[in-house]
């Protein structure tokens, strides 16, 4: 879209009136995203965008506040595309939303039984990816064994996949690293497991509270949603109107008819 000169090779010389440019600058000042910012921005100018393909890891904060603002992404590079252009942007938007509210089911640790449902119903937005684009790996799980292992889950132990976080299995390897910060090389495990134990066990046992663990009220749905003046996808809207533009077009319709037929409508 911002059909950029050879000539520009790094993003101090990226015109401020580019796609490219309002795309940085909108994960800066909408989405909060200043060091996912720096990072499309060093790749540009390590690679001039023509080498590898931009590749980022998303921690948990910076998790929550892609999927809480990605749609101003969408807003602004919407404005400035094709009529061609801009069907792909609203079954982005589609898709997009669909992954949001299926990360925020398969995300709890307490999940009721019509939750599982509503899971299972959302996704079936797995089609769009075999109609619209393209069908790899984790579109597959999040699409067959996300649910099945979700209501299997459930069954069994009462709870959802946020019991095997990934979240926490990072905050134990961070809790280990400190460990071996006063540990001796040669004997750095044995070390490293009598702190974790006395640390996890022996304190608690002895009637010290080490840490009060709270439970996060972190949403991957933004609260924004259930005021009047936003509609359900994130963005503002008329107090008048149900829906904002996206969420009420004629595309939206087609979309989801498409996808319910495994047939594109377009």
């Known amino acids: 879209m911002s059909k950029l000169s050879s000539s520009i090779t790094c993003f101090d010389k990226v015109p401020h009136t580019s796609p490219f440019f309002l ?27 023509k080498s590898k393909d931009f590749d980022y890891r998303f921690t948990g904060k910076h998790s929550h506040l892609f999927l809480h603002n990605f749609m101003f992404l969408i807003d602004v590079l919407e404005q400035l595309s094709t009529d061609v252009e801009k069907k792909v942007f609203y079954i982005h938007a589609y898709l997009c939303l669909c992954l949001r509210e299926c990360v925020s089911l398969f995300c709890r640790v307490t999940i009721s039984n019509e939750q599982v449902s509503r899971l299972h119903e959302v996704c079936t937005f797995f089609p769009g990816y075999f109609l619209f684009f393209n069908i790899n790996s984790t579109i597959w799980m ?75 009220t972190l949403s991957y749905i933004p609260a924004r949603v259930k ?40």
């Open 23 to 49: 795309y940085i600058d909108t994960l800066r000042s909408q989405c909060h995203l200043s060091r996912v910012a720096n990072e499309v921005q060093k790749w540009f100018n390590d690679t001039n965008g």
């Open 142 to 216: 999040l699409g067959y064994v996300v649910p099945w292992h979700t209501r299997e889950m459930k069954g069994k132990y009462g709870f959802g996949l946020g019991l095997n976080s990934m979240e926490g299995r990072q905050a134990k390897h961070i809790a280990i690293s400190q460990y071996a910060r006063n540990t001796a090389y040669c004997q750095r495990w044995e070390q490293i497991f009598r702190h974790e134990y006395i640390w996890l066990n022996w304190l608690h046992e002895k009637g010290y509270r080490t840490s009060n663990v709270t439970p996060s």
């Open 227 to 266: 005021e009047n003046g936003f509609c359900s996808c994130g963005l503002s809207k008329l107090e008048t109107d149900d829906k904002w533009r996206f969420c009420n077009h004629n595309y939206r319709k087609k979309i989801e008819v498409s996808i319910a037929n495994c047939k594109s409508m377009f």
